[in-house]
């Protein structure tokens, strides 16, 4: 097993049998969690399942000391690490899914900043909105990352739960000579203006990575001009199995993230499972798209935007995103470019992201020139006197005595300390006051202008405000 998945101290903390066995637990708990007749049988006779065990390709588990684990994986309740003491296995685990926990952060850390200040500011606002918008679980699970390409257009799978309502799949970016000169001067100027961030980017969105054969050739010419090797998401891995082992075979080369399977039904988990040991699956997570546990996680965005039952005793989480940019979505059939960023989804952003700016492009320079324009346009490092001023619109005003809070589905922001806050925070709530016109209000009452000029920024900086969008 690769450092990525064992980060941090853990790696060299576990023995060569622990890390055989690691691979094993995940297969049990992805029996448990998509299997009902596994789960089922477990609970009838944890001691006497060696033969169901055998037969799912797990070996080496023992599911009496593992079951402590259920009500967590269930989401029923946080099981404390005390109950773990005396049940090696089940530490073993808990151990390595924090250790997993921390790749996401190191990929944010890999990814590091672009050349542009500007951007990075942006990109930042993001984060900070999401924060407020998402909650501390979601947006610990974004990346935020700055580019994402589309080598076909549309989708084979159509599948029920896609969040982002892809299209059927039209046409697909062949690797010819004349695209991959496109692709190669796209990457140049996307891995020039954006720098390392581009290290965690995307070759797939709204499309199935499977419908492209040249899918590898393109993977591999960004790992060469970015040092790293995109994460895939599949929701056909036994359509074709060269193509899926090719996958599996590259990543055990390129060990830059962890991929993952779209699991639609029971019967195609078995299957997996059949035609792949856990050990193939170590780097592969199994996303149980039809376990109630995992439909109770899904965004509701895109084809999931169907209403949740009045008594319905599941706890949906309505403002969840699958969408994982905050930057450029990049489209090679169709030449076209979009600016975005992750948001609740709504009735005007029903995929969970926000667009900010979008275009098209024939040649590698005038996706340069998109990236220059919306840099300058879309990402200023200050509100000028002519912005409006706007709080979000699903933040919440409370006026205090020498300020003001605002309430989000998350957090609470509080800005107090001076009584013209009070004020500011009205102005701001208007909604149709520009910068300079509550500036000059302030100074018309003698309060101190600078101090709420730079309270304004702090609110922008934190993404409370309303930006400019399509």
Known sequence: MHELHFCGDFNSQINAAEKRLIPHIKRFFECVVGDPEFYV??????????????????????????????????????????????????????????????????????????????????????????????????????????????????????????????????????????????????????????????????????????????YFKFLGDYWKKTGSCPQTTTAAPLRKLDWTRELLRFRREHVTSADR????????????????????????????QHSDTWSRLMARSGRNRRAVPADSQAKFVTTHTICCLSGY???????????????????????????????????????????????????????TPADTLAFRQDLVLTSLPEGFELHSAYRLHKLTGAPQLVQLGRFIAQGNLTVGDVLEEIAAQRQDVLAVASSIHRLFEQGLLEENLL
């Open 41 to 214: 049988a477990l609970q009838e006779n944890a001691a006497g399942c060696e033969a169901l065990l055998r037969a799912r390709g797990i070996a080496g588990v023992e599911p009496e000391q593992l079951a402590v684990l259920f009500p967590e994986l269930f989401m029923l309740k946080e099981v404390s690490t005390a109950e773990l003491a005396d049940k090696p296995q089940a530490l073993l685990w808990r151990r390595y899914c924090e250790a997993a926990a921390g790749v996401r952060e190191l990929l944010r850390q890999r990814g590091g900043e672009s050349p542009s200040h500007r951007f990075n500011a942006w990109r930042q606002r993001q984060v900070n909105r999401c924060q407020s918008q998402l909650g501390q679980e979601t947006n610990a699970a974004i990346v935020h990352a700055t580019a994402a390409f589309e080598l076909s257009k549309g989708c084979s799978m159509g599948c029920s739960f896609c969040g982002l309502a892809a299209e059927p799949l039209q046409a697909v970016f062949m690797y010819t000579d004349e695209n991959a000169r496109l692709w190669q001067t796209v990457l140049d100027v996307v891995a020039a203006r954006l720098g390392t961030t581009v290290g965690i980017g995307l070759c797939y969105w709204a499309t199935e990575p499977s419908d492209n054969s040249d």
């Open 261 to 288: 399977f779209s699991i639609h039904s029971t019967e195609l988990l078995r299957r997996v499972h059949q035609e792949f040991s856990a050990e193939d699956l170590a780097l592969t997570e199994l996303i149980l």
């Open 329 to 383: 979505l990049i489209n090679m059939v169709e030449r076209s470019v979009r600016l975005i960023s992750p948001c609740p989804p709504s009735e005007r952003w029903p995929l969970g992201y926000r667009v900010h700016a979008e275009g098209s492009f024939a040649t590698a320079a005038e996706l340069d020139g998109f990236i220059v324009k919306t840099i300058e346009t879309c990402m200023p490092e200050h509100m």
